[in-house]
């Protein structure tokens, strides 16, 4: 028994307003925290605009890009991976488990091959090639694991699996062909690496962000008559064919503006979903808003982690995701396979 | 004589090619009327197009040749959230492991009133309150449904449904997965809601004796043909019960409704 009743938009105000509180206070502990030593009081007078010089690059153009880039994509990943769980009722499916994320970074491993570099319309045709991946990659996980309509756990994942090394191949093809200087940014950004990004990224990412997370979150209600099965949310007035192509644009539009922007950042989408529902019950018109900033909060903090923990040198914020998200999944995996008959 | 609120004339599917396999479930040209305020009962072995009449009545499927008309509308000219407000399913099941409370289930009947809302207004709470109320489950309310009894799931359905105001209720075979008690309930319940509402009701069962005792008028349905269509009395009669069946069966009389029961005549070895 969950004793808060139904969910209301006061309780997602309330809920919202809390997580923006904790994501502003990360985002503060973390604009403090550096390999370079910045003093807070320093920190202060950069912020109150007291301070030029090398201090101010490090906190305005280096720390605060990473910040915004880490929210954007945790907030990115985790809406997308709360959407494919609604969209296949499975609560392991994941940008990175599905493959998805495998398909977005080949799309832009090959934009980046064939040269596509900083400026808009580049920036905009990185972001395209990385959305064409995730939808041939999603598109081809549902071809391999569906049967009659339906999409069987085991499957699934095992498909995701198959076409995240398919493709992690592919990427591998293409980056032993390109120059060995360009090689090692690939490999690290292949991890999951979280770099400061330029304006004009943040801003294409961010109206990425809108619409992948409009795509999303407007159809929350839908997803949760969806639960019910399609022909019983047919029966309510759902268009469960529509409702499924939302949610995958959707979803894998986010997938693909964190790969192109952050690289493909594992688990996330996992763990925060699911942590939410642990906590808020399964009602998607709170968990997937909530996910969008709690996604970020758990981003920047893992990736104050990374930056911070062997200073001078860096660890990559995948990294991270994948120790707490491992140990995750297999407790997810369990808990559902000793409840549900195989 | 009321006009009627459902008219099925011609009805005609049959399932794609891809579906082969369900041919069995096939209709050909099905017809027939339900009354404003009428408790209806469709009959009929497997596979003789029950499920196949409700998947058609709630448009999840379209027929191929006939119409159907819920007053004077064709159902094909609506939305299916204009559907969902005229006719609601309560469905045989949930999916395992469904997740959400009595309540969240209720309110989820409100969607088709005003699909564009996020959250359900004060109206629609005060609807789904009174429709808990109405079916008993007001207490469950804060219930998660995959830990409730199947007799007790079954009347959040039902909740859940009347909860949506609809014209019609379509309910899809309600006692199977019942025992006597559940079933007595759930014919108490069916026969309130039809007198005090005066709601139309739709019964599909394979229970003749649940069907006979509360329908109107039933129609017995064999290999997606509509058989017969009267009240009970007309409709369950020996020769025409055998001949659907493919069993021997003897038609006796409910010693207390005087409603016609069906008995099995079983096979010696």
């Known amino acids: ?25 990360i985002a503060l502990g973390s604009l403090f925290i550096g390999s370079a030593r910045v003093p807070p009081r320093d920190v202060l007078a950069v912020l109150t605009g007291h301070m030029k010089g090398v201090d101010q690059v490090v906190v305005l153009s280096l720390r605060l890009p990473r910040i915004l880039a880490a929210l954007l994509a945790g907030g990115a990943l985790a809406v997308a991976g709360a959407g494919f769980q609604a969209l296949t009722r499975n609560p392991l499916a994941e940008p990175s488990v599905l493959g998805v994320s495998s398909g977005a970074a080949f799309g832009v491993v090959l934009a980046q091959v064939m040269g596509l570099g900083g400026g808009l319309l580049e ?22 694991a569906a049967r009659a309509g339906a999409l069987p756990v085991h499957t699934l994942l095992l498909a995701g699996v198959i076409v995240g090394i398919f493709f992690s191949s592919t990427i591998t093809v293409l980056i032993s062909i390109v120059d060995f200087d360009r090689l090692g940014g ?105 996910a969008l900033l709690a996604g970020g909060a758990f981003l920047l903090l893992a990736d104050t982690v ?19 998200g491992a140990p995750f999944f297999v407790y997810l995996l369990r808990a559902r396979t000793d409840t549900t008959p195989p | 004589m009321t006009a009627p609120l459902v008219a099925c004339r011609g009805v005609t599917f049959a399932y794609g090619a891809r579906e082969a396999s369900r041919a069995a479930f096939t209709l050909r040209d099905v017809s027939f009327e339900v009354r404003a305020g009428e408790m209806f ?55 395992s492991g469904f997740p959400y409370t009595v309540e ?40 998660v449904l995959d830990r409730l ?47 005090d509402r005066r709601l139309t009701i739709v019964l599909v069962s394979h229970d003749l004796g649940f069907a006979a005792e509360l329908c109107d008028r039933l129609m017995l349905m064999a290999a997606g043909a509509a058989v017969r269509v009267g009240p009970p009395e007309s409709v369950l009669e020996e020769a025409v019960l055998e001949a659907a069946y493919g069993c021997r069966v003897i038609v006796d009389k409910h010693p207390i409704s005087r409603r016609p029961t069906v008995h099995l005549v079983y096979p010696t070895a």
Request: proline share 6%; with cysteine.
């Open chain 1, 1 to 25: 028994m969950r004793p808060e009743g139904p969910a209301s938009s006061a309780r997602l105000a309330l809920l919202l307003g809390g997580l923006a509180l904790l994501v502003l206070l």
């Open chain 1, 123 to 144: 920036t905009l045709g990185l972001a395209a090639c990385a959305f064409a991946g995730a939808v041939v990659a999603g598109v081809a996980v549902y071809l391999i």
């Open chain 1, 186 to 290: 690939i490999v690290h950004w292949l991890l999951g690496n979280l770099s400061p990004i330029p304006p004009r990224s943040l801003a294409v990412f961010t109206a990425l962000l809108a619409v992948g997370g409009w795509l999303v979150i407007g159809a929350a209600r839908r997803l949760n008559l969806l639960t019910l099965g399609e022909e019983n949310a047919a029966q309510l007035g759902v268009d469960a064919e529509a409702l499924k192509r939302r949610i995958f644009a959707g979803a894998a539009l986010l997938t693909s503006a964190a790969v192109a922007f952050a690289g493909p950042i594992g688990f996330v989408g996992l763990i925060v979903p699911q942590a939410l529902r642990l906590v808020l019950g399964p009602d998607n018109r709170l968990v997937i808003p909530a």
């Open chain 1, 306 to 324: 990374a930056r911070n923990v062997i200073a001078p040198a860096e660890l990559s914020v995948g990294v991270i995701t994948a120790f707490c």
């Open chain 2, 41 to 95: 009962g469709v009959i009929g072995p497997n596979a003789s197009g029950k499920t196949t009449l409700v998947r058609l009545l709630s448009r999840v499927l379209t027929p191929a040749a006939g119409r159907i008309e819920v007053d004077g509308t064709d159902l094909g000219a609506l939305s299916r959230a204009a559907v969902a407000r005229q006719i609601s399913v309560v469905p045989q099941t949930l999916p």
């Open chain 2, 104 to 143: 969240e289930l209720v309110l989820m009947g409100r969607y088709p009133r005003a699909p564009h809302r996020f959250f359900e207004s004060e109206a629609d709470r005060a609807a789904a309150r009174r429709a808990m109320e109405a079916v008993g489950v007001l207490d469950l309310r804060g219930a």
């Open chain 2, 149 to 195: 009894s199947g007799g007790e799931r079954q009347r959040a359905l039902l909740a859940r449904a009347i909860g949506q105001e609809p014209r019609l209720l379509v309910l899809d075979e309600p006692s199977a997965h019942l025992d006597l008690r559940y079933q007595a309930e759930c014919a108490g319940l069916l026969r309130r809601l039809n007198r």
